[in-house]
């Protein structure tokens, strides 16, 4: 390692510590809530040219097989807009193996044979990740040590890839390993029982079971958080000199109408400066306080002009900030306002209304990707 090298790492470490104080984790899932049907005038300025073709890099959506299906308004956008796809739940190990060595992918194969169908890029979401409800009952009653939890691990990545190796192009390897302080989540069965090397095992696995495939570390927070972002560039950083093949960064960017260009340009800044590549990977935009959330807010024009103002400064950013070579592409967390996870009170997160309309959000975007 670099004198320099070792500057900078001792330098973010110190920021790390010295970084901003906790945010309310907001990556639960919400139960539904009160819903609101009016919807602000769409776009004055409606524009032909669909995401996929104004943007000079993949723009996708987490979606859900049951809405690709049935849904054929749904569909037609993901279609229209998109040229990448994200399955919003079912890559997530509680949806694939319900028991050790078993697997159910039909659910997933949908999603996967979407994309085929349609010509779009397949982002896989996500192999090692610690929240309980993405965890199957098995693994979180499994009783072994450490080499064994190894081997469970190696196992379950190895499956999972051959099963889509060709298919899907791209993974989040490992998602949320960080506290909003830049310490390790400890709360994880695989920090607990691994310890903080099951990102390199996970990485190495990864690696092994599909060479082709694309792999990310996975986060979020990083806009409002100096001390994670800071600690994942470190991690990241480490990660290469110690031959660990890592090569994207995703920013999940579950941010707010409140959310600051400037924020939003540091954390895709720290991201670029790893040199891999930058996937904003869960794109949605809060019109409620997800801290202190209204019921009875209205979606009114001044809060979908907001909204509109703050989508456009993340696809400014992301232009402005990340090298086009790392722009690995930009992946909205669903499509419209009527199938968020953000329910458990009334938010309009999407850049299309619970009608199917683009709203002045779309329009924002365009305008930044410079399509009207
Ligand atoms: C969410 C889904 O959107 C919900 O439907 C599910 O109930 C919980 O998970 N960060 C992530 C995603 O990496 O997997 C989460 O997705 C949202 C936060």
Known sequence: MTVKKIYALAFCTLLMFCGCKAKEDNSGARPKGPTDTEEPGAPETPTDKPL????????????????????????????????????????????????????????????????????????????????????????????????AWIAMLEEYIRD??????????????????????????????????????????AFAAARSADPEAILFYNDYGTEYSEAKRNAIAVEIEAMKFRGVPVQGVGLQMH??????????????????????????????????DINNPDPNLAYTQTLANEQKAAYKALFEAYKETVPAPQQFGVTFWGVDDNHSWLTNYPDWPLPFDRNYEPKPAYEGIQEALGGI
């Open 52 to 147: 996929k073709e104004a943007a000079t890099y993949p723009v996708g959506s987490a979606l859900t097989p049951g809405l690709l299906r049935n849904d054929q308004q749904y569909a037609d956008i993901v279609k229209r807009e998109m040229n990448s796809v994200t399955a919003e739940n079912e890559m997530k190990m509680v949806a694939l193996s319900s028991a050790r060595g078993t697997y159910t992918f039909d659910k997933a194969d949908e999603i996967v044979a979407f994309a085929a169908d349609n010509g779009m890029r397949v982002h896989g979401h996500v192999l090692v990740w610690y929240r309980e409800d993405a965890l199957p009952g098995w693994v979180k009653t499994f009783a072994g040590d450490r080499d």
């Open 160 to 201: 999972v890839m051959t099963h889509f190796k060709g298919k899907v192009a791209s993974w989040d390897v490992v998602n949320e390993a960080f506290n909003d302080d830049g310490t390790w989540r400890t709360d994880c069965v695989w920090y607990q029982n691994i310890g903080q090397d099951y990102m390199d095992i």
């Open 255 to 288: 941010i707010s109408r409140h959310t600051t260009k400037n924020n939003l340009a540091a954390s895709l800044r720290a991201a670029a400066e790893t040199g891999l590549l930058v996937h904003v990977s869960e794109l949605d935009v809060a019109i409620n």
